[in-house]
């Protein structure tokens, strides 16, 4: 299966602050990638998908890039409701695979 | 727009078989995948398996031979098997359409809110 690692697992932030997550895929997967927002208590929520794509609906502050093995979710402008938990998700092959999760913290 | 329930036990006895299901509304569940994913109580998310609405279906290997996932188109519902459960079985579960486009990639959009099935005598 591929290996998902995502960096940093955890981090600290303030209102405004740019955020910027990596994932990296243990071989190349293309641009089959997306990105998932989970907030305690609450099923995960599709942000990005095919890298890039913004799903309809997200805030435009979101946004996705990276090809072959190397990812980024960049939050341009971090606001309140943006403090959760982000999650890879490689959808290259099967078994499909997350990564283990970053936590956006107040700082 | 489609929404996902899951529904079934909240707790199952080591050994016995876990089931759920999935009702799928505002939506019919023909012509797409469906997906169920778990996520053990503070852990990170893992990809059970998948199915079409015609009943064929791929299963992650670290549990193929333990799952089972079907469908029942008449009710718009698809369903979660996994047998032999234990302690490590314990997380919650979601269900999950999974979206397949031929020329932007697959995801899974939208969730259902999620079950959580302990396992415990």
């Known amino acids: 299966a591929i290996q998902m690692t995502q960096s940093p697992s955890s981090l600290s932030a303030s209102v405004g602050d740019r955020v910027t997550i990596t994932c990296r895929a243990s071989q190349g997967i293309r641009n089959d990638l997306g990105w998932y927002q989970q907030k305690p208590g609450r099923a995960p929520k599709l942000l990005i998908y095919a890298a890039s794509r913004l799903q309809s609906g997200v805030p435009s502050r979101f946004s996705g890039s990276g090809s072959g093995t190397d990812f980024t979710l960049t939050i341009s402008s971090l606001q309140p409701e943006d403090f959760a938990t982000y999650y890879c998700l490689q959808d290259y092959n099967f078994p499909w695979t997350f990564g283990q999760g970053t936590k956006v913290e107040f700082k | 727009q489609v929404q996902l329930q899951e529904s079934g036990p909240g707790l199952v006895k080591p050994s016995e078989t876990l089931v759920l299901t999935c009702t799928v509304s505002g939506g019919s569940i023909s012509s797409y995948y469906w997906s169920w994913i778990r996520q053990p109580p503070g852990k990170g998310l893992e990809w059970i398996g998948y199915m079409y609405y015609t009943g064929s279906t791929t299963y992650n290997p670290s549990l193929k031979s333990r799952v089972t996932i079907s469908v029942d188109t008449s009710k718009n519902q698809f369903s979660l098997k996994l047998s032999s459960v234990t302690a490590a079985d314990t997380a919650v579960y979601y269900c999950?359409?999974?979206?397949?486009?031929?020329?932007?990639?697959?995801?899974?959009?939208?969730w259902g809110q999620g079950t959580l099935v302990t396992v415990s005598s």
């Open positions: 999950a359409r999974h979206v397949a486009a031929v020329d932007s990639g697959d995801y899974l959009d939208p």
